[in-house]
């Protein structure tokens, strides 16, 4: 095999190669039917213009039908007449126009058989294509089947083009999640422990603990002073309680006896002595926590 005769050969190879992977089977179906279809409509139109030539050669019989008789009824007459010379003539001109009777009704005839054949091709290939028709429309709606449960099972198993595609990028977000995720765990931890300072602040990783340890002293020094406060005004309110039983035990005693109730300022005294001592403990935990800072 020479060259040029093996490159025509790779060359066709690879054309009939790229035809079979772009061919889609219904389309070719549909055009073969096509096809077919306007095979169908020329053998019609042959058997219509075959069927006028034959409608021709009928008509232009009849006219030399009537020719023949009428050459007929002229040599009566002359005969009648005494010319036979003229008769004679009429007889002629009868006989060449019986002639051409003859040849016309021969191709009128062999029109008609030609009729008759093209109607039977015409009848046998419009039996062809109704068949053609009817699997035509079978082996699209199993070649559509085949094709569906081709890309469900291809979706199930995910073996096909699109699906790899999607399945490679589905790989790739969940890489670079977990990337992402990894480089803010650990840009938190850094943070957490002191080894990124603050840019924005010209403070260093001590001052900020020591900042957290004086804020948590001071909350803690608020919270001891809500609950003296808290425990001074329930002290206060039992103090007036019992004041006011006291009060209405002694009302009630002197209503008995008539004497006069007696004030005792000693309550009073008790309760400012231990507002003293209450304040001078805030104080005193104040000191301590300035300097702690101061330290």
């Known amino acids: 095999m020479g060259i040029l005769s093996r490159t025509s050969y790779v060359i066709r190879s690879k054309i009939n190669s790229l035809l079979n992977r772009t061919e889609d089977p219904t389309e070719t179906l ?29 008509m232009q019989k009849r006219r030399l039908e009537e020719n023949v008789d009428k050459h007929n009824d002229q040599a009566r007459t002359a005969v009648r007449q005494d010319r036979e010379d003229l008769a004679r003539r009429a007889l002629e001109k009868k006989k060449t126009k019986m002639n ?8 009128v005839s062999e029109l008609q058989s030609q009729q008759d054949s093209l109607i039977d091709q015409k ?8 068949e053609f028709r009817t699997k035509k429309e079978t082996m699209k709606a199993r070649y559509e089947a085949a094709e569906a449960s081709s890309t469900v099972s291809e979706a199930m198993t995910a073996t096909g083009e699109e699906f ?16 992402m995720e990894a480089r803010s765990a650990a840009l938190d931890e850094l943070h957490e422990t002191g080894a990124f300072d603050d840019v924005l602040s ?4 001590i001052d900020r603990e020591l900042e957290d340890l004086s804020t948590g002293s001071g909350v ?21 309680a019992a004041t006011e039983s006291e009060s209405e035990s002694e009302s009630e005693a002197e209503a008995e006896t008539g004497s006069e109730p007696e004030a005792e300022p000693a309550n009073d005294a008790d309760a400012d002595v231990d ?9 005193s935990e104040l000191a301590e926590l300035q300097d702690e800072e101061n330290a």
């Open 30 to 58: 549909d055009y073969s039917y096509e096809q077919m279809r306007d095979q169908l409509q020329e053998v019609k139109r042959g058997i219509a213009d075959l069927t006028t030539q034959k409608k021709r050669l009928e």
């Open 100 to 107: 051409q009777i003859e040849d016309l009704e021969r191709q």
């Open 123 to 130: 009848n046998e290939l419009q039996t062809r294509i109704e």
């Open 164 to 179: 790899e595609d999607v399945g490679r990028a589905i790989e790739r977000a969940e890489e670079q999640t977990e990337d």
């Open 202 to 205: 010209d403070k260093d990783q």
């Open 220 to 240: 803690e020094a608020e919270l001891d002073t809500l609950k003296s406060e808290m425990g001074e005004g329930e002290s206060a309110t039992e103090t007036e």
């Open 275 to 283: 507002s003293d001592i209450d304040d001078a403990e805030i104080d």
